[in-house]
Each structure stands twice: as structure tokens, then as C-alpha cells.
């Protein structure tokens, strides 16, 4: 397995003059005949609350001081995935888009940086709901980004989305969340794919529902003639408490109890049999693998 990373950083003085710079990063995996790059869509700038409400306050100085977070926020990164094997061109997620956050919606830049355009993917392949998953399918303008392709996204996933009786039930904080996504996934509505569990999305390409981060959560199991890879979304949504603690209700889960177990399900597989994957909000591209540890996992950033 070849493994390179490239960080492209824009320093014009306009762009260092804005309060983020326009970066982006791209790690690339070669697996055979098949490439895989994690690119970034920018960064999310969220409380610490957003990760840390729940927790007692020693236990969250503790993790602050682990791993030199500000008292400011978190700023996740935010990394999608994108498969190319000669004959698909395949993006795991959207990104934010242009309406969610000015530090994130970079993905078309990225791909730019690969020599990309939009029209270029085939298929996109979604992990779930999310605004910064999600938003990137519709331009400012209202127009598909990635018009070319076909979306596919979990059965249970687009149901929960599109159910008009979601903007009430999923709460204040996140009701722009429903009103978001069931606008989007409206316009692919007629020709979104939906899977099942277990289902293949493409040759080598299977759906594993992860649910509890949001109702119907997709993890995607790829395999190549090299092994295996997991492009987990969200499941394993931060490096800070997942990995340590997978056990630990997360506020950034829908239901924290059902997200804790497939969580833990998740890592237990990733470990056992040493599956490299993607984290959207891991640090470095969100690429590496888990080692067991005495009370839990480790993430390293080794393919
Ligand atoms: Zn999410």
C-alpha cells in the first residue's frame, strides 16, 4: 500500500488577511487498482459543549490539556473521501456547501487541486443527514453541484430525513438541520439510490448501518485487491473522547446510547481486523487505523 500526503495552502495576502486561510489538505492511499484520497471541505468552529456537555468538568480539563484544545471551541476538520478506480470517480459526502459555515463548503477547491471538476464524479455516495454532509449537493444558486452523478444514501437515512414530522421531533437546536435536509435530498428525490444494510453500493462497495449518530448513519466498507477500507462519516465523529472512551454518550450524537454501541461495534471490527479507515472530523486527513489499548483505542495516523 502506497501512502503520500500533499497540504496545499493558499498564501496570498488576501486570503491571509481573512480570518481562516483557504487550505486544504488531500492524503492519498494507493490499494491496488484502486485510489483513495481524503480531501478537505475546511473546518467546523463549534462550543465545546457541542462534544464535552455532558461530561464531568475535571474529566473535560483533562482532554482539554491531552490534547491542547483552546478554550475557545473545537474546530474539526472536515474530510471527504474520494475513490477512483478507473472507472468510477466516487465522493463519500457533500460537505457543507456555501449556506452552513465560512470556514467549511471548500470541496470543490479541493478537488481542483487533483485537477477535478464537479462534473467528474460519478456517483456520490452519502453517510448521512448532516449539514456538513449534506449541504454541499446544492450550489448558492440552488443547482446541483455534482450534476452528473448518482447519489445514493441509506433507506432509513433518507425516511428520517423526509418525514415532515422530523423538524418537530428531532428539537429547537436542530430543526434547521430537517429543514435543510429534506430540501436537498427533495431535489435528487425521484433518483436517489437507497440502501440496506449489507447492501452493495458498487462492485466492492458495501453499505454497514451505523446508526444512533442519526437515525439511519451509513459506514462504507470498501474492498480492493489489497484489503480493506472504512469510510466511517460520523460514527466515529472525534478524536478527543471516541477513541479513549467509546463507551461515553456523545451530545454530537442523536441517540448518544445506540451511537456509543455502534461505536464500540465499529472499533472492536476496525481493531480486530486492523481495517484502515476515514474519520470526517479526524485530525490529519482522518486517515489511520485503531490499536487496542488497556481501556479502550488508540488512533494512530499509520495506514
Ligand atoms: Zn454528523
Known sequence: MHLSRRHFLATSAAALALPYGRAWAATTVAMGPVRIDSLSDGHLELPLDFAFADLPEAEVSALMARHGL???GLTPPCNLTLLRDGTNTVLFDLGSGPDFMPTAGKVIEAL????????????VLITHGHPDHLWGLLDEFDEPVFAQAEYM???AEFDYWMDPATVESIG?????FAIGASRRLEVVADSIRKLADGEEALPGITARLTPGHT???????????EGALMVV??????HHIAFERPDWPSPSDQDPPLAAASRVALLERLAADSIPFIGYHLPQGGIGRVEKTETGYRFTGEI
Open 70 to 72: 483552546a478554550a475557545g
Open 215 to 225: 437515525p439511519g448513519h451509513l459506514a462504507y466498507e470498501i474492498a480492493t485487491p
Open 112 to 123: 481542483e487541486a487533483l485537477g477535478l471538476t464537479p462534473e467528474d464524479v460519478t456517483h
Open 233 to 238: 462519516g460520523d460514527a466515529i465523529g472525534n
Open 172 to 176: 429547537e437546536e436542530r430543526a434547521s
Open 153 to 155: 444514501i441509506g433507506q
